[in-house]
């Protein structure tokens, strides 16, 4: 029976671990994100950090990305940012894979 606890014990470790990284990737890919949205929406330094952060921010709205995609979608429109749906989907999962690559060199 103990080497069944152990085991359950090691499998919610690793899904918490899992989770963890997860999350983190999710908020370094917003970050990531949203810098990328701020060149095109011509921000840079101090002001391209700040809407980084109202990118980072806008995930909490909502489960899932649609709430990031909305964000940088109605910025983007307000400032007669020419890019597609696409482009911008694209982009955020561009931007997950160098997140999720940036976290896992961290962890090693």
Known sequence: MTQFKDREKSFESKFAHDQELQFKAQARRNKLLGLWAAGHLGLTGADADAYALEVVKAEFEEAG???????????????????????????????MD????????ETK
């Open 98 to 105: 160098v997140a999720r690559q940036q976290i896992m060199s």
């Open 65 to 95: 990305d649609e709430d990031v995609f909305r964000k940088i979608r109605r910025d983007f429109d307000a400032k007669g940012v020419s890019l597609s749906d696409h482009q911008i989907r694209r982009e955020m999962t561009h931007q």
